[in-house]
């Protein structure tokens, strides 16, 4: 059974980027975007997804901010943090933010959101 995902990302061509790359993937099923921490939340209370794959920089928070809110609503979703910058640094961050993960953005794929999640 597909895992039901919710893209976070500010930049909208690359919100619609993503959708067409993980619609064709098995693995995930993507049921909304949001473009920043508020409207994450909100979609994430509403939707309830399995996985929020998470932009590190948003217009009103950070992802390393959102993240424990998202791991703790109701459906405590896994949480894959991006950015187009990050290095061993951004993981560690991750980690501490309680996200199953980190993949920057040049290398996201449905594989390697799922290798994040397998990490957990």
Known sequence: MAKRLLIVDDDARFRALLRMVLEDAPEFEVVGEAHEGAAALAAARELDPDVVLLDVHLPDTTGFELTPQLTTTASAAEVVLTSSRGD???????????????????????????????VT
Request: hydrophobic fraction near 50%.
């Open 88 to 118: 061993e640094t951004y993981q560690d961050l991750a980690r501490q933010a309680g996200a199953a993960g980190f993949v920057p953005k040049h290398e996201l794929s449905a594989a390697a959101i799922t290798g994040a999640l397998a």
